[in-house]
């Protein structure tokens, strides 16, 4: 048997961070058992769903890297599908039309909640005569579910799991205006895809009940199942917007790199030993649905952010600045940033990568620690630089910029000797002429170390940039 997984979003907006971890494990069951893994994009709902919602789900997967095989399915353009099963069920006396009125079914509800029952539907028309239809009336057409016994689902996470039938209703399969509803598009749907495994969030995990009832009403096998639970916040209530990001593209725009966020998700509610750190590879191998806990995942950005740095410090630097150039295409100010990135300035960042990397969690941080690359002369100063040039040291860097003027050849070594020499005959310590020296040419109190920053920068721009804040001429 070939396994085959679905993704099967419903396009009404984002990519939902929960979304990816599901797409992801479908993904890696897949993969890892040379199988297939199917998207279907369930536009039923016409009013919410959008083509801009569509494009940011496919977006956000392949930014993701989780790649679907085949074309993508639209589940509204199946909906005469749907109908023609209908029929057969009705032709097999397994379903049956619904006079109902919208008055009648809200009474009923009325009645059974009154009387506590989980049943809302009490049947009137299960086994009418037609013929007692009212004239001109549409009718719905339900499931003729057993009224007995138990529907059972062996899932691969959650365990046996048993709803009584007689607290399941007569489910609606097409609405009165003809109609597909969800439960009987997403069993046609997947029968007709030759769906083996159903991964899916466990808020999915009652329908599971209703589904198998239309499987087993068609005679059709019923897919194995698998109900993950849902990712919590850091104080273990659902993810909502008050937790912060949900939609893949706000992490995207955050610069977390796809392939962290990808081994973050992967361990949200699986587990492989004490390992946290996955290749793409190693997660193929190792994923199986058994290792998923029944218990929500708590989503914990502090640890996201510490495996988003371990990725950019393990990325080639040429690698990285390549990311730099695509992160730019999701920023506000991303074209004028990469205006700036002439092939002078890419050769500085690559050069002061290994420094810079260092120090950063995200692709922001990156960017922010190149600021001293990127910015425009003269340099702008942050309150900290700023109150860090006091007049006594624009005096120290006016003479240090002397000395530095002399240094041939212009390297670390040899920068680091004038600087050094020059605090040693001042009586100074280190960092009172470095600290200046940094905040001249970087505007910040913050840098790559100092004598890699005058490297990188060059000579005559380290002492025009140190003359603009000096207030000296002589080297404009």
Known sequence: MTVVTRFAPSPTGFLHIGGARTALFNWLYARGRGGKMLLRIEDTDRERSTQAAIDAILDGLNWL??????????????????REVVEQLLAAGNAYPCYASPEELA??????????????????WRDRDPREAPPGVKPAIRLKAP???????????????????????????LRSDGTPTYMLAVVVDDHDMAITHIIRGDDHLTNAARQKQIYDALGWPVPMMAHIPLIHGPDGSKLSKRHGALGVDAYRA????????????VRLGWSHGDQEIFSTEEMIAAFDLPQIGRSPARFDFAKLESLNAHYIRQTPDADLLAAVDRFLLYLPDGAALAAKLTPHVRAQWLQSMPSLKERAKTLIDLIDGAHFLLADRPIPLDDKAAALLTPDAKGVLIDISTELAKVEPWTPEATEHAVRAFAERK???????AQPLRAALTGRTTSPGIFEVLTVLGKAESLARVADQAGSQSAR
């Open 65 to 82: 890297g989780i790649e679907w095989d085949g074309d993508a399915v639209y589940q509204f353009a199946r909906a005469a599908r749907h």
């Open 107 to 124: 009474q009923m509800r009325e009645a059974a909640r009154a009387q506590g029952r989980a049943k809302l539907y009490d049947g009137r």
């Open 147 to 173: 009224l007995t016994g138990e529907t059972v689902i062996e899932d691969q996470v959650q365990g046996r799991v048993i709803w009584q039938n007689e607290n399941l209703d007569d489910l609606v399969l």
């Open 254 to 265: 955050m610069g977390y790199l796809p392939v962290a966020l990808r081994n973050y998700l």
């Open 427 to 433: 009586g100074a310590k280190l960092g009172a002429v």
